[in-house]
């Protein structure tokens, strides 16, 4: 691998084609701090300092609704401790974690594996994947740790019933989501949460606030199926460019 291109950038993502990294230069940095999710910050925090320090970790699964902050609090952390050592590489293909791992063994660097919305649908896929992540002969360097994102709610209750009694597909799911030391949850935000986070973005964006928001604004949630901290930033910017609702 060139090390120059880790030298000069955070963010990389798996090119399968080329069997390599590619720097991702358009980097989304985090501008505006996400609210709501100071436990699950918390959790995050101290699992990737614990990483960078070379002490023993665990890989992480995110799991909640969509547009709860999932995926950005992984941008913050990156953003946070790209100055301790660490790179971020987004892995599109589960199944090209280990040529991944191959590409990273014995480099300097602490890599953060992201992988955004895994997918758990396909079981010849997760039994491959799983084999990776703990079980095989080939597994994950030291230098490297897996941060997933994941939408399905019922992993996580399946995996706490001990009088279930799953078919194959359920089995293989629930062996690759206990394969991941650190499970956090999202959950959905109450109304009074969800104002007091659009009332943050209007703040940040010099809206001046009016109670005739708190109505528009509960509309534009329950119109697209809940509340969530996207939402709410999207309703502020949606007000920022005189777009009402």
């Given at each position: 691998m060139n090390t120059d291109i880790l030298n000069e950038f955070t963010a990389f993502r798996w090119d399968s084609r080329s069997e390599r990294i590619v720097p991702t230069r358009s980097f989304r940095r985090t501008e505006i701090r996400l609210l709501g999710v100071d436990k699950q910050r918390e959790l995050m925090e101290k699992n990737l300092?614990?990483?960078?320090n070379g002490t023993p970790t665990v890989n992480v699964l995110l799991w909640g609704e969509r547009g709860c902050g999932k995926s950005t609090l992984v941008h913050e952390m990156i953003e946070r401790f790209s100055g301790r050592?660490?790179?971020a590489i987004e892995l599109f293909d589960p199944e090209e974690l280990l040529k991944?791992?191959?590409?990273?063994?014995?480099?300097?660097?602490?890599?953060?594996?992201?992988?955004?919305d895994l997918g758990l649908d396909d079981p010849d896929i997760y039994r491959n994947f799983k084999r990776s992540l703990d079980g095989g002969l080939s597994m994950l360097p030291e230098n490297a740790l897996i941060v997933a994102t994941a939408n399905k709610r019922h992993l996580i209750s399946e995996i706490n019933n001990n009088d279930i009694h799953p078919d194959e597909t359920s089995?293989?799911?629930l062996s690759v989501s206990a394969r991941f030391g650190l499970i956090i949850?999202?959950?959905?935000l109450s109304k009074e949460r969800y104002l007091a986070i659009v009332k943050y973005?209007?703040?940040?964006?010099?809206?001046?606030?009016?109670?005739?928001?708190?109505?528009?604004?509960?509309?534009w949630a329950l119109a697209r199926a809940g509340r969530s901290g996207r939402l709410a930033m999207q309703f502020a910017v949606n007000c920022l460019n005189g777009i009402f609702y």
């Open positions: 300092s614990a990483f960078i050592n660490l790179k991944l791992s191959e590409e990273i063994y014995n480099i300097r660097y602490r890599f953060l594996i992201f992988m955004d089995s293989e799911i949850p999202f959950y959905p973005y209007f703040k940040k964006l010099n809206i001046k606030w009016e109670k005739r928001y708190e109505k528009n604004a509960e509309r």
